[in-house]
């Protein structure tokens, strides 16, 4: 029976599944997408024979039992008549001759197109770029301001305001909103514009044989069938079959993670489903040309090439939303079912009373603005804004502000390893000379010399990356190459082939004339001493290939040196005396051993995910102790294969390093972890980590070195590829968390505190209650500043030594809910002292409501003092005053508490009166009672302290 596996059911309809016998059989996926779309209940099908998958978008519900039935019946069918054709451009490609591949697109390899056909094909295929990327629109992205449930709920207020005639209210609650909105528009509006300056939006310009000529074009214009002339240094425009390559050597690292680059040939026996790694015969696009160069025959662009398909990927990849952002929507849902109780309560007490209904809606208006915290959207998007605003600073964009938050909440950290943790740059680390002194230097003017790659004022530039690599080692050791180079002129140069896998130069001047580099055993049969003449015996030989096991044991590439005087007819160097070998392999970006060692002491577990065979990805991992000092589990892509989603989330929580991996691995790896309940991060800088980089809750792209495919997709990118700016990163996204906490700590207690003054005033008796205007003004001066001040308190010393938070904790944890009741009705009991005074002397009006407006405001302006710390009883007295940020807040606030009294339009606004000396008295010592019970019933001492200025530690 055919294999069919559901991977994913959403309750939005969405299902993807995996079909193995579509894979590169188109014919067979569009019979099985007929099947699917004959059904009802499948309002859009895709079956993606490049993938091996089938995506379905259901229009009503559909059992996914009845979706793999179809699926098998269509498998199992006859091929039905009309079914279209396979495609050209899916065919495998690298298994076809370059004679098969140029009949079936119709070109001569010599001659290639010509202008009037090409012209044809550009507009039968379109031009060749890539499927468009994800960034937003402005609209879109000044829409998603007004998503959230606490915006709404202010929204509703401000309607139901302009229902009642409060035109006021409206305006003045509207505008809170448009603040919100406009303050999470701009920052994620200039992150998107940072990130996309890093995209490579220039024209590159290819060059193409067209009518029989060498053309320059650009690389959007390159369709099927044109022959690519392709050359060192240059980005490759197109999927295309080789047809003739002279030491052609491609780095595909973008592609798979393989460090070393990929010999090219044209005439190699490929298999049709070997791997993308594994196809000597075809050049992708997006990969780079290392050394040598070529022609091939473009055999697919733009969305059909091999980077596309991965790229499409990434669609079927969803980013979870960010932890706080479900925390805060479920502590939105419950503020809601609060100001509705609060409401039925107003409306119970005034059907009693036999209250008209504006009345009864005005009043009830009041409440549910008092149980609405108009500050709540604006810090918690101010607080991620300014968070985002700070880690821009230290080189780190983040696309949307939630994902400062997120960072903070990482628990696994999934780590590409190519260009990633290493530099995507070989380097020699290690030398096994024979013969003393005299031996190294002549190595190191023999890895100058016999070299292809030219110095640059930034170290070598041109051929390959082994050879940059001897160059750069050779000047680090003091070889001047220019005069060196005058003094030894090349006269002749045998380049290396499979079969001769040495490369042999003669040279001019004084010294040996024949210098030799390549394989070790091979350069070692050619020599018959070391170079200070000692005679090399069997001994010596085998010490010399014991070296080169273990240098490449590291695992490292190794190159065998030695010079001398003799040449055969044959061209094969003889009686040469062996100089030594040199070991170069891909190094760790600096400081990323630290980087790992800083996330291990965070609590946050780390995984290197790498193309790169188990031998090389061991190395680099024990390099990092990335096991941290236990043992080291790697798993292999085949092992992958076999896995269901559940077991490989339950092995990937294990595992260490997943090596030879895919792309679509990647991506299953990432969402596997996410089934177990893990926060995720994926770094990455290649094409084909891309759909990870899009599934994990954090996808962190390198800005300097990565793909624009990797940064398209990501919603962090490091500009300069520093690793280590992220543990800052990190340490603000759990400030953010933290902040976020108490700051929502703060604006629910005084919230419920307006809550139970209302509810109090309106069952006491009509006219008691405060206005809704005098509400929202309470609200927006001691909830807006005041939180903002406790939400942008700098990082705590400890951040990164605790382990993240666990998932399901919520954003207030019942026991801190019912601290905050207890401190909301400590508030509430003081205003209400003030009130009972006001009524007993002048009886329900504005002078009441005034000494009520003083009390609460600015009571709960001093409360915000003790909210520093979740935990009140570590409070030091003496450090109530060490956040300035709150000070200055609290002060502004204060402010504009009492603006009201010396302003009579806004007195009138408000509905209240001047106090007198005495009701001021009453006022004011209503308003420090709060703050002074909570800390005297904590046992804190309220003597006068020095102050130091320090950091409050996180509760």
Not at 66 to 71: E, K, L, M, P, Q
Request: overall charge neutral.
């Amino acid at each position: 029976m055919p294999a069919v596996t559901v991977h994913h059911h959403s309750p939005s309809g969405r299902v993807r599944l995996s079909v193995p016998r579509i894979r590169d059989r188109p014919a067979l996926a569009a019979q099985v997408q007929a099947a699917l779309q004959a059904r009802p209940e499948i309002r859009q099908c895709q079956a993606r024979a490049w993938s091996g998958s089938v995506i379905l978008h259901l229009a009503s519900p559909l059992d996914t039992e009845r979706i793999v039935a179809t699926i098998r019946q269509a498998l199992a069918a006859p091929p039905t008549r009309g079914t279209p054709r396979p495609d050209p451009q899916e065919r495998a490609w690298h298994s076809l001759s370059a004679e098969a591949a140029a009949q079936l697109l119709h070109t001569n390899p010599g001659t290639g197109l010509t202008a009037q056909e090409a012209a044809a094909r550009l507009e039968r295929h379109g031009e060749n770029r890539l499927p468009g990327g994800t960034r937003r629109a402005p609209l879109s992205l000044f829409a998603e301001q007004f998503e959230s449930l606490p915006v709404a709920m202010l929204m509703g207020s401000a309607v139901v305001s302009v229902a009642t005639g409060g035109v006021a209210d409206a305006v003045a609650t509207m505008s809170v909103v448009l603040i919100n909105a406009t303050f999470g528009f701009v920052t994620e509006g200039q992150a998107e514009a940072s990130i996309s300056q890093l995209m490579d939006s220039s024209s590159e310009t290819v060059t193409v044989i067209r009518d029989g000529t060498e053309v320059s074009l650009r690389a959007a214009e390159v369709v099927p069938g044109d022959i690519l002339h392709v050359r060192p240094g240059r980005v490759i425009a197109a999927d295309a079959r080789v047809l003739a390559a002279d030491r052609l050597k491609v780095d595909e690292s973008a592609l798979t993670g393989e460090t070393l680059p990929v010999s090219k040939t044209p005439d190699t026996r490929v298999a049709p489903d070997v791997p993308i790694g594994q196809r000597p015969t075809l050049l992708h696009a997006g990969t780079l040309v290392s050394e040598g160069e070529g022609r091939g025959l473009v055999v697919a662009t733009g969305a059909r090439t091999a980077s596309a398909q991965i790229a499409l990927l990434s669609e079927s990849a969803a980013r979870p939303r960010a932890p706080v952002e479900a925390e805060l929507d479920r502590l939105g849902e419950v503020l809601v079912k609060l100001s509705l109780t609060a409401c039925g309560v107003f409306f119970g007490i005034g059907w009693l009373r036999g209250m008209g209904l504006s009345m009864m809606l005005k009043d009830a208006l009041a409440l549910a603005v008092a149980a609405v915290p108009e500050g709540l959207p604006v810090v918690a998007t101010t607080t991620m804004s300014i968070g985002l605003r700070r880690m821009e600073k230290r080189g780190i964009l983040v696309r949307r502000v939630d994902a400062v938050e997120s960072l903070g909440a990482l628990q696994i950290l999934c780590l590409d390893k190519t260009g990633t943790l290493t530099r995507n740059r070989l380097q020699v680390v290690e030398e096994e000379v024979a013969g003393g002194d005299a031996a190294r230097v002549m190595l190191l003017q023999v890895a100058a010399l016999n070299n292809t790659a030219e110095p640059g004022p930034q170290g070598a530039t041109g051929s390959s990356a082994t050879e940059r690599a001897l160059l750069d080692h050779a000047m680090a050791q003091g070889a001047d190459v220019a005069d060196l180079r005058a003094a030894r002129p090349r006269t002749a140069m045998i380049e290396r082939t499979p079969d001769r896998p040495f490369m042999v130069t003669r040279h001019g001047g004084a010294g040996p004339g024949v210098l030799v580099k390549g394989a070790p055993e091979t350069v070692l049969a050619q020599c018959s001493a070391l170079w200070d003449g000692t005679p090399l015996d069997a001994a010596a030989r085998h010490r010399i290939l014991t070296a080169n096991d273990r240098l490449a044991a590291r695992p490292a590439r190794v190159l065998g040196f030695a010079a001398g005087e003799e040449i055969d007819e044959d061209r094969v160097p003889r009686n040469l005396r062996w100089l030594g070998l040199l070991a170069m392999v891909d190094p760790l970006r600096p400081g990323a051993a630290d980087f790992i060692a800083a996330m291990h002491r965070a609590g946050i577990r780390t995984i290197m995910i790498t193309g790169d065979q188990a031998a090389t990805a061991a190395t680099i991992a024990r390099e990092l102790n990335l096991s941290d000092s236990g043992p080291l589990r790697i798993i292999d892509s085949p092992e992958i294969s076999q896995m269901t989603p559940d077991l490989l989330g339950g092995v990937a929580r294990n595992a260490h390093v997943f090596s030879r991996v895919s792309a679509a691995q990647k991506l299953a790896i990432v969402q596997a972890l996410q089934a177990q309940g893990a926060v995720v991060g994926m770094t990455g800088d290649g094409i084909n980590d891309g759909p990870a980089l899009k599934a994990a809750n954090v996808g962190i792209a390198m800005g300097a070195s990565g793909t624009d495919l990797a940064r398209d997709v990501a919603n962090v990118v490091i500009r300069d590829d520093e690793l280590s700016t992220l543990v800052d990163s990190i340490a603000q996204g759990r400030a953010v968390y933290r902040n976020i906490r108490r700051a929502l700590e703060f604006l629910i207690a005084t919230n419920l505190s307006e809550i139970a003054v209302g509810i109090v005033e309106a069952a006491h008796g009509p006219g008691e209650l405060e206005s809704p205007m005098e509400l929202l003004w309470i609200n927006l001066v001691s909830d807006v500043l005041p939180g903002l001040g406790l939400a942008l308190a700098d990082p705590d010393p400890d951040a990164m030594a605790r382990p993240p938070r666990a998932v399901d904790e919520p954003v207030i944890p019942p026991a801190h809910f019912k601290r905050m009741t207890q401190d909301g009705g400590i508030i509430a009991a003081s205003a209400l002292v003030s009130h009972f005074i006001g009524l007993a002397r002048y009886g329900p009006g504005p002078e009441t409501r005034a000494m009520t407006f003083l009390s609460l405001s600015l009571g709960q302006l001093l409360y915000a003092l003790t909210a520093q710390r979740s935990d009140v009883r570590k409070l030091q007295t003496g450090r109530l005053l060490e956040n300035r940020m709150l000070d200055g807040a609290l002060l502004v606030s204060a402010g504009l508490a009492v603006t009201p009294f010396f302003l009579p339009p806004l007195r009138r606004l408000l509905q209240i009166a001047p106090l007198g000396p005495g009701a001021t008295a009453v006022g004011l010592a209503a308003a420090v009672a709060p703050a002074t019970l909570v800390l005297a019933g904590k046992n804190n001492r309220l003597l006068p302290e020095t102050l130091e200025v320090k950091p409050c530690a996180t509760s």
